[in-house]
């Protein structure tokens, strides 16, 4: 199979998707367990999508200096501070742990 094969199978099967979400009654979409639901995935796959990209290196788990600075913006966040104070700070103590030689 060549890349553009997988890319227009995936194409076709995200269309696929999206327009299957449009068959759906609205009543169905409106009731509060499905719009709680679509509310708590949302957070979980971005959790999962966070966790993924500050621990996995290949196929392995590497703890690095990505963690404590992953946890500072997460600190950051919880005490409402702005996005890019947060990003500052988190990529600050990265830096600063990788110029004390932990880098993993």
């Known amino acids: 199979m060549t890349m553009w094969t997988i890319v227009l199978i995936a194409s076709a099967l995200s269309f696929a998707t999206k327009f299957t979400g ?6 169905l979409l409106e009731h509060p ?3 709680r639901v679509a509310n708590l995935l949302t957070v979980a796959m971005l959790a ?10 290949g196929s392995a ?4 200096a990505r963690i404590p600075a992953v946890m500072v913006a997460a600190v950051l966040f919880a005490i409402r501070a ?7 700070a ?6 600063l ?5 932990w880098a993993g």
């Open 90 to 95: 988190a990529g600050a103590v990265a830096a």
């Open 97 to 101: 742990l990788r110029l004390l030689g």
């Open 82 to 88: 702005p996005f890019i104070v947060a990003v500052i």
């Open 61 to 64: 788990i590497e703890v690095d």
């Open 33 to 35: 367990t499905a719009t």
């Open 22 to 27: 449009y068959l759906v009654p609205a009543r």
């Open 48 to 57: 999962a999508l966070v966790a993924v990209q500050s621990l996995a290196v």
